[in-house]
């Protein structure tokens, strides 16, 4: 069918239109319609007024509860389509008028917006439901009233040549509906897949966050050329875009790509994980996600730093749980040469080996290692088991109550001395001298 076929089939709907619309049966239908428009509607508000939805739907299982809430969302477009069934086939019935083709267009109209609704009823996303809606009415719309091989013609007449592909406003039509009812599906299904492989304890993290990414890119793969071979597109024809997309990757997103890949080989090889803590260069924190072309690290300041996933494998990474969640704490401190150092460092393992967060697989360990000059120097070294509690904390706990003991035992810790030696005159009575230690 050419332009000018289209053409003159659409004159003569028009011509036909015109003629229905100068009938007396058009005005007696369209007032029926009014009529059971009203009525619906003030049906509909008097049952959303008496019917609580939550409550009747209270107990059953979810699909049953979106029906029931779908259902009465729609209850004015359902008794509207009831009453104009109801009516057309009592007039044609009593031979008033033949077909009521008014009438049954508006019933068929009305009953095809509440199947659509009540299908769409499951999707989430507001945008979506409308948008599917919508569309899928206005095609069951041309389809009751005999016109959707008009349009579809219509639609198909203009084309843009692309090569061997012959573009048209039907085919971008048809892809983007199948496009995105398969993303749907996939997302849904991908959805499903995740939480089955979370749940499995047999997988570590990082090859759990692998699958994930992996299955969801081959789904969606999966998809588009499954949408493309049904709407009859050669994938060859893409061949072109591939080698554009080729060349950009070789130039303008090499670095994409190298995070890309290093993200799967951090992955792959478990050297980091969700959960682990790590220091890179200056930063410091709990990987809390790893994501495709980053990771996000959980400083626990209320910063999130999204290191690049080259950095990781490039750069020097220092993994505190790459093994085990034990992490050594070293306490310096110095005490005068007043105090025993046996007693001291008695003191201090006790101080550690009673604190709560101290690990008590290996015990703590109190080291003289220094005489200085006006001091002993001291390190105390224990294990802190959970570094989720935090490393500095404990070590702080543990100073705190070194100084009660000190203070407690009389033990002293060393401050310096300022000694000053005035030559020549003597001061003047009545000097001071403020020195400060």
């Not at 890949?261 to 969700?274: N, R």
């Not at 890179?280 to 626990?300: C, E, L, P």
């Not at 999130?304 to 490039?314: A, S, Y």
């Not at 070293?330 to 040469?337: L, Q």
């Amino acid at each position: 069918m050419d332009w000018d076929d289209i053409q003159r089939a659409w004159q003569a709907s028009i011509k036909s239109a015109e003629a229905y619309l100068v009938s007396p049966w058009f005005y007696m239908q369209a007032g029926i319609i009014l009529v059971a428009a009203g009525l619906s509607l003030a049906a509909a508000s008097f049952l959303r007024a008496r019917v609580d939805p939550a409550s009747l739907a209270m107990g059953l299982p979810a699909p049953l509860r979106v029906l029931i809430r779908v259902l009465m969302n729609r209850a004015g477009t359902i008794i509207f389509a009831l009453l104009i069934s109801i009516t057309r086939a009592v007039i044609v019935q009593a031979e008033v008028m033949r077909h009521g083709y008014l009438l049954s267009t508006a019933a068929s109209l009305a009953t095809a917006w509440v199947i659509i609704r009540l299908a769409t009823g499951l999707i989430r996303n507001e945008f979506v439901v409308r948008a599917v809606s919508v569309t899928a009415w206005i095609v069951a719309a041309l389809s009751i009233i005999g016109k959707l091989d008009d349009v579809a013609a219509a639609l198909d007449s203009v084309a843009v040549p692309l090569g061997a592909l012959r573009v048209t406003p039907l085919l971008v039509l048809k892809v983007a509906v199948s496009l995105g009812i398969a993303l749907w599906l996939v997302g849904i299904l991908g959805n499903f897949l995740e939480s089955r492989i979370t749940r499995s304890r047999d997988l570590t993290p990082s090859v759990q966050v692998l699958l994930v990414k992996m299955v969801r890119l081959l789904l969606m793969v999966g998809a588009f050329a499954v949408v493309m071979s049904a709407a009859g597109i050669d994938l060859s024809a893409f061949a072109l875009f591939s080698g554009a997309i080729g060349v950009g990757l070789g130039f303008g997103l090499q670095k994409i790509v190298a995070n890309f890949i290093s993200g799967v080989i951090l992955l792959a090889d478990k050297s980091v994980k969700p959960g682990d803590l790590i220091t890179i260069g200056d930063s410091s924190g709990k990987i809390s996600a790893m994501n495709t072309r980053y990771i996000s690290v959980a400083a626990g300041d209320g910063r999130e730093i999204l290191i690049p996933n080259e950095d990781l494998v490039t750069q020097r990474v220092v993994n505190w749980t790459y093994t085990n969640k034990n992490m050594l704490v070293k306490v310096n401190f110095a005490t005068n040469y007043d105090a025993d150092p046996n007693v001291v460092c008695k003191l201090a393992i006790d101080i550690a080996g009673k604190t709560a967060s101290v690990a008590s697989f290996k015990p703590p360990n109190c080291l003289l290692v220094e005489f200085a000059e006006t001091c002993m120097k001291f390190t105390l070294t224990f294990w802190v088991a959970d570094l989720d509690v935090g490393a500095d904390n404990v070590r702080s706990e543990v100073m705190l109550k070194l100084w009660d003991a000190f203070k407690r035992e009389n033990i002293r810790v060393p401050y310096p001395v300022r000694e000053i030696r005035v030559r020549g005159n003597a001061l003047p009575a009545g000097t001071v001298l403020d020195v400060q230690n």
